[in-house]
């Protein structure tokens, strides 16, 4: 696929779930494809549609959670000319785009509650209505969509429809997180590092050093084969000599000795979210309070100051204090050696 994130991997697990998007494939039941960001649910989705007889038809993609929720349901169905604020003329909905071919819901997790009724209409009988009209239009949609909600317990709680679930759920292909895929990294790292290096026009691919690449190996991979990318090309890039391997790789853009220091939160945000900074203490083994409260506040000076270096002035802001409270909660507790 000419994609910019290319659809590979040599993993068993990843193989696995490509074996079981390619036996779905001609089938003309929906599919849920549930997986983390960036593990690659619009590539099964496209791979789903590819791969079936409606490959030369559309495969029309929406995001489910990039409208507000008053749009949705236009944006799905279409409106008629004069169905709400601002419909100067009639349209047509992804349904209608997609007729004959593959609908690509992505975010299923966020759809209002209406426009899951709604959908579920169009799952069970094929019929959809547009927004201000009374005639339903017949449309021949296969529906894929994804997510990495838990929609069963959503349904559960009541905020995902356990019936339109139901219609939805007659394959669910769940995509491994990018740490669990044996093999897989290097691969990948492999390819969009040389890919990069082509751009940049290198004579050659110098590879990365044995401990950047055990790093990225042993990288947990919050965002997955997105994140690899990034940080592969941003390695790449930043490097000035083709003739050694790669050996600096940053995993956190936004690390940096001079990141801003966020403003102190309101009182109230401070009273009503309990300190993370500094551990609970054992209610039960309190026997006096004083010195409890005296101890308790001395460990959330000395791991602010810690934090920031020892620098008294950005310790009092982080703490919501004045320059002169703080030094004198420092005095009260003996920590004015340390600075």
């Known amino acids: 696929m000419d994609r910019d994130v290319q659809f590979m991997g040599q993993s068993s697990a990843f193989l696995d779930a490509v074996e079981r998007a390619s036996r779905a494939a001609p089938m003309r039941r929906p599919v849920l494809v549930i997986g983390e960001r960036g593990t690659g649910?619009?590539?099964?989705?496209?791979?789903?549609?590819?791969?079936?007889?409606?490959?030369?038809?559309?495969?029309?993609?929406?995001?489910?959670?990039?409208?507000?929720?008053?749009?949705?349901?236009?944006?799905?169905?279409?409106?008629?000319?004069?169905?709400?604020?601002?419909?100067?003329?009639?349209?047509?909905?992804?349904?209608?785009?997609?007729?004959?071919?593959?609908?690509?819901?992505?975010?299923?997790?966020?759809?209002?509650?209406?426009?899951?009724?709604?959908?579920?209409?169009?799952?069970?009988?094929?019929?959809?209505?547009?927004?201000?009209?009374?005639?339903?239009?017949?449309?021949?949609?296969?529906?894929?969509?994804?997510?990495?909600e838990d929609l069963p317990k959503m349904a559960e709680q009541g905020r995902f429809r356990p019936d339109l679930l139901?219609?939805?759920?007659?394959?669910?292909?769940?995509?491994?997180p990018l740490r669990v895929r044996e093999g897989d990294v290097?691969?990948?790292?492999?390819?969009?590092?040389?890919?990069?290096?082509?751009?940049?026009?290198?004579?050659a691919w110098p590879g990365f050093s044995p401990p950047t690449q055990r790093a990225l190996e042993e990288y947990q991979w919050p965002g997955n084969?997105?994140?690899?990318?990034?940080?592969?090309?941003?390695?790449?890039?930043?490097?000035?000599?083709?003739?050694?391997?790669?050996?600096?790789?940053?995993?956190?853009?936004?690390?940096?000795a001079w990141k801003p220091i966020s403003p102190p939160r309101a009182v109230e945000e401070q009273i009503a979210t309990?300190?993370?900074?500094?551990?609970?203490?054992?209610?039960?083994?309190?026997?006096?309070?004083?010195?409890a409260v005296e101890a308790h506040e001395r460990a959330i000076v000395e791991h602010h100051l810690a934090r920031n270096r020892y620098n008294q002035r950005q310790t009092a802001k982080a703490l919501g204090l004045s320059y002169d409270q703080l030094r004198h909660c420092?005095?009260?507790h003996g920590l004015m050696e340390r600075v």
């Not at 139901?166 to 292909?173: A, N, P």
């Not at 290097?186 to 004579?203: I, K, N, S, T």
């Not at 690899?228 to 853009?253: C, G, H, K, M």
């Not at 309990?274 to 010195?291: C, E, I, N, Q």
């Open 225 to 256: 084969v997105r994140e690899l990318r990034n940080v592969v090309e941003r390695a790449v890039y930043r490097w000035d000599d083709w003739t050694n391997p790669i050996a600096s790789v940053q995993f956190d853009p936004f690390e940096s």
């Open 330 to 332: 420092m005095k009260k």
């Open 41 to 148: 649910k619009e590539l099964i989705a496209e791979r789903l549609h590819r791969l079936s007889a409606r490959w030369s038809e559309p495969l029309v993609t929406m995001n489910c959670a990039a409208l507000p929720e008053t749009l949705i349901e236009a944006e799905l169905f279409g409106h008629e000319a004069g169905a709400f604020t601002g419909a100067t003329r009639a349209r047509s909905g992804r349904f209608e785009e997609a007729d004959k071919g593959t609908l690509f819901l992505d975010e299923l997790g966020t759809l209002s509650m209406g426009a899951q009724e709604r959908l579920l209409r169009a799952v069970e009988y094929g019929e959809i209505t547009r927004i201000g009209s009374s005639k339903p239009l017949r449309v021949d949609v296969r529906i894929v969509a994804a997510t990495n």
């Open 274 to 291: 309990p300190a993370h900074s500094a551990p609970t203490p054992d209610l039960d083994g309190v026997t006096d309070l004083r010195s």
């Open 166 to 176: 139901d219609r939805l759920s007659f394959e669910v292909i769940t995509l491994p």
């Open 186 to 203: 290097a691969v990948l790292a492999d390819y969009f590092g040389r890919r990069m290096a082509a751009e940049l026009q290198w004579d």
